[in-house]
């Protein structure tokens, strides 16, 4: 079982950044995958970002895409989203999520994994 803690939330207004942090702790699989899901107020968790734990495969959800940049640094253990020309409709609880295989999300897209808590974006118009 792997341990997820998000840290960096917090409010900003449109067009600012924020870079969000995810400590992972436990057992790492090596094979696994690491990413960022969102959950906007009356909506469904969402997809927004996710990079293989020992390998440079990343993926973005299209409204994130060339805004925000998913990272790693596998010496830490943690994660990171910079998420750059924040926009009112990324405010939502950003959650960070782990799962023992890069090959079965990349193919099914069903994360089976660990979730962390969640942290809080708000960004004003």
């Known amino acids: 079982q792997v341990q997820l803690v998000e840290s960096g939330g917090g409010s900003v207004q449109a067009g600012g950044s924020l870079r969000l942090s995810c400590a992972a702790s436990?057992?790492?699989?090596?094979?696994?995958?690491i990413g960022w899901f969102r959950r906007a107020p009356g909506e469904d968790r969402k997809f927004v970002a996710s990079?293989?734990?020992?390998?440079?495969?990343?993926a973005y959800a299209d409204a994130v895409k060339g805004r925000f940049t998913i990272s790693r640094d596998n010496a830490k253990n943690t994660v990171y989203l910079q998420m750059n020309s924040l926009k009112p409709e990324d405010t939502a609880v950003y959650y960070c999520?782990?799962?023992?295989?890069?090959?079965?999300?990349?193919?099914?897209?069903?994360?089976?994994?660990?979730w962390g808590p969640g942290t809080q974006v708000t960004v004003s118009a």
């Open positions: 990079v293989g734990w020992s390998v440079n495969s990343t």
């Open positions: 436990g057992r790492i699989f090596r094979d696994g995958v």
């Open positions: 999520a782990f799962d023992t295989s890069l090959r079965r999300v990349t193919m099914t897209g069903r994360w089976l994994g660990s």
